[in-house]
């Protein structure tokens, strides 16, 4: 198995980043990668404050060393995409020379006082900025999410797409984020469009399922689908924010990919993107690998 989607005490993670690495080799991983949070330029809860970001990389460097006869070990960092702010393609994040990024949006537009909406923490914060931002118009912030994401895909290329659907938390209508909702269908389509022409990998995000905020993982079933039907390339993280949720997910999940027509999912191994096949079981290494 392999895992390029995880937090660490860096940033909303629970542990030390050695932990993880300790739970990947007793799980059998081939190859773990972190991903913390990049700073941002405003205050939350959960990004990495600048001044920790050497730290970061540097005790990454140092398990890739000390570990390096047991696991592959790659430092990312779970990049915001915030027009005229941040994005996966700013000069200080490509200055990090960081092994991958992976896009977000985690917040959409601002509130009257310049303070980002964001979209992906707590309902009561979502109802307010639907309200006084979209006027309770969620076609028009459902557009907005994805025109922000295609905006992210051809401006700022991240290498990795992070949880494409990731707003459907936020349910004021669930049946709104289902296929059969034509405005919604759109907007996705849409940007698998733009997925597909810029060649980013999307990753199969399995959080939402072990915390039992959806019963399907990021993207959902039907979209899936779809980026089998348009050989969109996939890779499968667990979005892990303590070491027992490594691999989360991942069993319902590679079997549900496996029944859709994947027979393949990207790992980063020996430093590059490759297609490696996999089971409902587990991600076979190739001879060559």
Not at 112 to 118: A, C, I, K, T, Y
Not at 145 to 171: S, V
Request: aromatic content about 14%; some cysteine; hydrophobic content about 35%.
């Amino acid at each position: 198995m392999t895992n390029y989607h995880a937090h660490c005490h860096y940033c909303d993670g629970k542990y030390a980043p050695e932990a993880y690495v300790k739970e990947a080799i007793l799980q059998g991983f081939i190859a773990y990668g972190f991903s913390s949070h990049a700073p941002l330029p405003f205050e939350n809860q959960w990004s990495m404050r600048l001044p920790q970001v050497s730290n970061y990389l540097a005790e990454i460097d140092e398990l890739q060393k000390r570990y390096s006869e047991n696991l592959q070990i790659y430092k990312g960092l779970e990049v915001d995409f915030i027009p005229n702010m941040i994005s996966p393609q700013t000069n200080f994040i490509q200055s990090l020379n960081l092994d991958y990024t992976i896009g977000s949006i985690h917040f959409v537009d601002s509130f009257s006082d310049g303070r980002p909406w964001e979209i992906d923490g707590s309902y009561r914060i979502f109802q307010k900025g639907l309200h006084t931002i979209f006027e309770n118009d969620i076609e028009a912030v459902i557009h907005r999410y994805f025109e922000l994401t295609r905006q992210m895909l051809l401006e700022a290329q991240p290498d990795i797409l992070g949880h494409l659907d990731k707003i459907k938390i936020q349910h004021p209508n669930r049946k709104f984020y289902e296929s059969s909702n034509t405005v919604y269908r759109k907007e996705v389509e849409k940007t698998l469009e733009a997925i597909k022409a810029t060649g980013v990998i999307v990753e199969v995000n399995t959080r939402g399922i072990y915390k039992k905020w959806s019963i399907e993982p990021y993207p959902s079933y039907w979209i899936l689908e779809r980026l089998h039907q348009m050989e969109i390339p996939i890779m499968l993280n667990s979005d892990a924010h303590h070491p027992r949720e490594i691999a989360e997910g991942f069993p319902e999940t590679m079997k549900m990919l496996y029944e859709i027509g994947f027979r393949e999912l990207q790992v980063l191994w020996e430093k590059e993107w490759q297609a490696f096949p996999f089971t409902p079981h587990e991600i076979l290494v190739p001879i060559y690998a």
